[in-house]
T-cell receptor, first 110, second 112 residues
Framework: AQRVTQPEKLLSVFKGAPVELKCNYS??????LFWYVQYSRQRLQLLLR??SRESIKGFTADLNKGETSFHLKKPFAQEEDSAMYYC????????????FGEGTQLTVNP | NAGVTQTPKFRVLKTGQSMTLLCAQD?????MYWYRQDPGMGLRLIHYSVGEGTTAKGEVPDGYNVSRLKKQNFLLGLESAAPSQTSVYFC???????????FGSGTRLTVV
């Protein structure tokens, strides 16, 4: 069975500090990994997908198949980064269905 | 371009009442999904559809029914609401699910 785990429900950092949101997964095969962000009371938005290898709003994420992780990183956090972040997984075995982690609420303090 | 539109945005139901949540998308996506969002539990898939006239159960389907009579619409029904169904419901759509979902703005449902 596929599973996504985000071990931190809450994460608090100061503005300008580095931030890392952890995501671990279990999946038999080659998954697609995503990060979604939800700003206060807004809809979820796609932030990153591992196949794109892109940097959005200063965030990057690298798929580590050996450690089955897809951690989200940003070198210098900004107050506007405060939001709920969800890691999600999809793969051939699940068709098109995304499995989400529990989410991490990031707060960036001034 | 509206994307994914959910109605209503808020609703309070009494236990035992029924209601239908509507999701409409204008992107010609084949796949549509209904999730519920609960604190500490992330998003859990209720039902999904891979095309007009087809539906399938997700992770937490009990107490819900769905219909996809038109490609652009995906309806979620609660036949007899229970307090455990108090949640925020999100609809999403995708082009065959491989390049990420587009989400609606959510429906906040309270069952008292």
């Amino acid at each position: 069975a596929q599973r996504v785990t985000q071990p931190e429900k809450l994460l608090s950092v100061f503005k300008g500090a580095p931030v890392e949101l952890k995501c671990n997964y279990s999946y038999s095969g080659s998954p697609e990994l995503f990060w979604y962000v939800q700003y206060s009371r807004q809809r979820l938005q796609l932030l990153l997908r591992h196949i794109s290898r892109e940097s959005i709003k200063g965030f990057t994420a690298d798929l580590n198949k050996g450690e089955t992780s897809f951690h989200l990183k940003k070198p210098f956090a900004q107050e506007e980064d405060s939001a709920m972040y969800y890691c999600a997984l999809s793969g051939p075995a699940s068709g098109s269905r995304l499995t989400f982690g529990e989410g991490t609420q990031l707060t960036v303090n001034p | 371009n509206a994307g994914v539109t959910q109605t209503p945005k808020f609703r309070v139901l009494k236990t035992g009442q029924s209601m239908t949540l509507l999701c409409a998308q204008d992107m010609n996506h084949e796949y549509m999904y209904w999730y519920r969002q609960d604190p500490g539990m992330g998003l859990r898939l209720i039902h999904y559809s891979v095309g007009e006239g087809t539906t399938a159960k997700g992770e937490v389907p009990d107490g819900y029914n769905v219909s996809r009579l038109k490609k652009q619409n995906f309806l979620l029904g609660l036949e007899s609401a229970a307090p455990s169904q108090t949640s925020v419901y999100f609809c999403a759509s995708s082009y065959r699910g491989r390049i990420g979902y587009t989400f609606g703005s959510g429906t906040r449902l309270t069952v008292v």
